[in-house]
């Protein structure tokens, strides 16, 4: 059953690398557009995309994807999200462990057989089979999480295999690098730690973790940070990173929160586990039927220690759905930390109702070949996504070409109102697309490359916007057009089409005043 959730994974990345490229999809042509950022100009505290707008998320992901990035190329898209590749494969192999560290001492041969199904489970699940190949840093959080999550719940259930200091260093180190990956949401796992120490050891604030010292370290490295990036641009960090990011998507006055505003806290009270129990399926149906099960197993006190560890997956569960509900911005990505524990109490659900191991087993492996054959069907149809089929090869196909072209014979690049996808990123560029910069780039060099947004239809098909028009004339310009792309989907904002021109200058005697 093992070979059986090794394969799963292995389909899970399979189908996804060899897929169609969605890099242009929700908010990823930002993250790499900051690790390009990070290489090409060494702004490691406050990386900008387009050489401009600064980070709205603390840096780690970027961190994490420099020297893949650097060692694979600025065009490769498995480098820019090898960090949520190898956090899907470390949350595998964590639920597989946690699974047998948890349940082995009633049934060594049970709890290997529930460790393999809760991975596979884990693997095919929509959140994380997606997440997992994503240039975002949610799985790199979901791999946080669960690392505090196990480490506080061994030390919590009083596991004496496990040496007290290690495991306080596990837990506190997570929440660190939770912090550094997406903020204040870094507090989840001491909230968890707290309501746990109650319910599954019966005492009040979980004084095994020590907090004393624990607690402030784990804050130095998001502090200094912080610190660091408040001296770069402290605008930025108030009004966006603090009154935008976090206190603006809690209150509903934040980017990506519902028009409703505060109201929508409760508005949308259902989300959440309505998302844990769409985007979880067929699982999070197996998962509620194993907290139903663990809730009539109370009144036997035979079963209390052995279900320990099964309640704290239930804890988690519970705790990460109501954390996150507690906000008027809500996304399905948010909980994907769940789906770890709620994997390991559907998997011991299946086998706690199953007439047998092996059916158990049987029913799992159909349900997950089921349910990764069509995750990759729809990915392979390019379903649901807001850009016709074959947009993202069709892409990447022009990025090739023009970077052949460019490396043929190379010449500064200027960009100039390109849509917000990852071309420039790819093409080893973060720079402004503006026109200032333009013109300054123009003033410098006499032969350059210039990568510009143009309509495509319409009075003016083909030419390019008539801002530009009037320095071509200032700068003697000659544009010759070498490559264009298919036409851009996207909203009324962005060009209709981008187009590769040779641009040669003949310099006037008197120097542009503009």
Request: glycine share 6%.
């Amino acid at each position: 059953m093992t070979f059986v959730s090794i394969l799963g994974l292995l389909a899970a990345l399979a189908l996804q690398i060899a897929g169609p490229s969605d890099l242009f999809h929700q908010t990823q042509p930002r993250t790499i557009a900051n690790t390009a950022d990070i290489l090409i100009h060494g702004r490691w505290v406050l990386p900008r995309e387009q050489g401009e707008l600064p980070a709205t998320k603390p840096p780690l992901y970027n961190w994490v994807a420099v020297p893949f990035v650097w060692a694979f190329g600025s065009d490769s898209e498995i480098a820019h999200k090898m960090p949520s590749v190898l956090a899907l494969i470390a949350c595998w192999a964590m639920t597989l462990w946690i699974v047998r560290r948890f349940l082995s001492q009633s049934d060594h041969k049970r709890a290997i057989v529930i460790s393999a199904m809760a991975s596979l489970m884990f693997v095919a699940t929509y959140t994380t089979y997606k997440l997992g190949y994503l240039a975002r840093p949610d799985m790199l959080l979901t791999l946080w999480f669960l690392l505090a999550w196990w480490s506080s719940t061994e030390i919590l259930l009083g596991n004496n295999a496990w040496n007290g200091r290690l495991l306080r260093f596990v837990f506190w180190s997570a929440v660190a690098l939770a912090w550094l990956t997406k903020g204040p949401v870094g507090i989840l796992p001491m909230v968890y730690a707290l309501i746990a120490a109650k319910v599954l050891a019966g005492t009040f604030g979980a004084a095994a973790l020590k907090w004393r010292w624990g607690l402030p370290l784990s804050l130095v490295p998001f502090a200094a940070w912080a610190f660091a990036a408040y001296d770069l641009d402290g605008d930025h960090v108030i009004n966006t990173l603090w009154r935008d990011e976090f206190f603006g998507r809690i209150i509903g006055e934040g980017p990506e929160t519902p028009d409703e505003g505060a109201i929508a806290l409760l508005a949308g009270i259902y989300k959440m586990p309505y998302y844990f129990l769409l985007r979880g399926a067929p699982w999070s149906l197996l998962a509620v039927a194993g907290l139903a099960l663990l809730w009539m197993r109370r009144r036997h006190p035979e079963l209390r220690s052995i279900d320990r560890p099964l309640r704290a997956c239930a804890l988690w569960m519970l705790i990460v759905l109501a954390f996150f509900t507690l906000s008027a911005g809500k996304r399905a990505d948010y909980i994907a930390s769940v789906y770890p524990a709620s994997s390991i109490l559907a998997a011991w659900a299946l086998v706690h109702m199953a007439a047998s191991l092996r059916r158990a087993a049987w029913t799992a492996t159909t349900a997950a070949a089921i349910t990764l054959g069509v995750l990759g069907t729809i990915d392979w149809l390019e379903w649901p996504s807001p850009m016709p089929r074959g947009y993202g090869r069709s892409v990447n196909a022009f990025i090739d070409r023009a970077g052949e072209i460019i490396a043929a014979e190379p010449r500064p690049v200027a960009l100039w109102r390109i849509p917000d996808i990852h071309l420039a990123t790819f093409l080893g560029i973060n720079e402004s697309h503006s026109t200032e910069h333009l013109l300054r780039m123009l003033r410098r060099n006499d032969r350059l490359w210039l990568l510009a947004g143009e309509r495509s239809e319409g009075d003016n098909a083909g030419e390019i916007d008539l801002e530009q028009q009037s320095f071509i004339e200032r700068f003697d310009l000659t544009l010759t057009p070498m490559l264009s792309s298919n036409d851009v989907v996207g909203g009324e904002l962005w060009p209709r089409r981008v187009t590769l021109y040779r641009v040669d200058a003949e310099r006037r005697r008197r120097r542009a005043s503009d």
